[in-house]
């Protein structure tokens, strides 16, 4: 069974301008694959390609296994929602579904059916008689969102879906999100700037930077290709902490140590990426206060974040 999108070698340029280069990768159904970036990187220049928006300058690729050169097929389906995407306000949700669906071939009847189950999905059937134009960002964004599955799409794009919602909004978002890989068993590109929503709801992450795919796999597999570094917290005798200070910044492997502003006895250690892994780290840490006299509290590993492996990757690619 082919991918549900399966890219090789795509590339984009304008003239000198290289937007995207050699993008290969491959996502299965009913997976999230999350793609980051920094602005300018090229994620939405290949959303656009993968969409038949634009064409690619160089490289193929299919989506549900139908390839590039075929767009009209390609685009019945997927569903999209763009970064900023815009509505008719004069229009309640219902209109604007039932209108959609009518152009997806569905007939008067099944089109108000179809209106009607996914504006409930995404939590909005309570106000599928509203204009628009009364809809929050949230709620347009879920309305986006529905109206990106009305054909029932077997990939799904979405670009900066919880931009500008507050907590609850991006809930409701990523709640959808979920769904429409779980339930459906669409596959999902979910482009984010915010990169814990990312990490906690994506299989697998591609990060992009300068047009090149520079990371790919999952969140663990990226924070080790990226050798993010790792701390720990520990909790001394605050009479200890300058000696432990001393005996840590010595230390093989340590990178850094820092003062907790406002906690007395606090430090954190700063494993260098090349040190050993895991409770290793840790357990060096340990010895070393505990052969200098100093009385250790409490301690706690804290692990790699996306957030370093993408700042890491981002920097130096």
Excluded at 40 to 65: D, E, N, W, Y
Excluded at 101 to 129: I, N
Excluded at 176 to 200: D, P, Y
Excluded at 215 to 238: C, D, F, K, M, Y
Aim: aromatic share 4%.
């Amino acid at each position: 069974m082919s991918a549900a999108v399966e890219a090789q070698g795509i590339a984009k340029r304008y003239g000198s301008l290289v937007a995207v280069e050699d993008l290969t990768f491959a996502v299965e159904s009913g997976e999230v694959l999350g793609v980051l970036g920094p602005n300018g990187a090229g994620k939405t220049t290949a959303i656009r390609v993968l969409t038949t928006i634009l064409q690619p300058t160089h490289g193929s690729f299919t989506v549900a296994g139908i390839p590039h050169t075929r767009p009209a097929e390609i685009r019945r389906r997927v569903g999209v929602l763009p970064e900023s995407a815009g509505y008719p306000e004069r229009q309640t949700g219902e209109e604007y579904m039932r209108f959609h669906a009518r152009l997806f071939g569905h007939s008067r009847a099944s089109a108000r059916s179809v209106a009607g189950t996914l504006l409930e999905d995404v939590g909005l059937g309570e106000r599928a008689r509203s204009l628009i134009a009364s809809y929050s960002r949230g709620m347009r964004q879920r309305l986006g969102i529905a109206r990106a599955l009305v054909n029932d799409p077997q990939v799904v794009f979405l670009d900066e879906p919880t931009l500008g919602l507050d907590p609850a909004g991006q809930r409701q978002i990523l709640g959808n999100v979920r769904s429409i890989a779980s339930e459906r068993g669409a596959a999902v590109l979910l482009c984010s700037h915010l990169l814990a929503e990312v990490e906690e709801n994506c299989s697998r992450v591609m990060i992009l930077n300068r047009g090149h795919v520079v990371a790919e796999g999952t969140v663990a597999e990226i924070i080790r290709q990226a050798a993010a570094p790792r701390s720990v917290q520990l909790h001394v005798a605050s009479e200890h902490t300058e000696r432990a200070v001393v005996a840590l910044a010595d230390t093989t492997g340590v990178e850094d140590v820092q003062r907790s502003d406002g906690r007395a006895g606090w430090l954190k250690v700063v494993f260098s990426p090349a040190a050993e892994a895991g409770d290793a780290q840790l357990n060096v840490a340990v010895r070393v206060l505990l052969d200098a006299g100093v009385e250790l509290r409490s301690f706690e590993l804290e692990g790699a974040r996306l957030s370093d492996a993408f700042l890491a990757m981002t920097e130096i690619a």
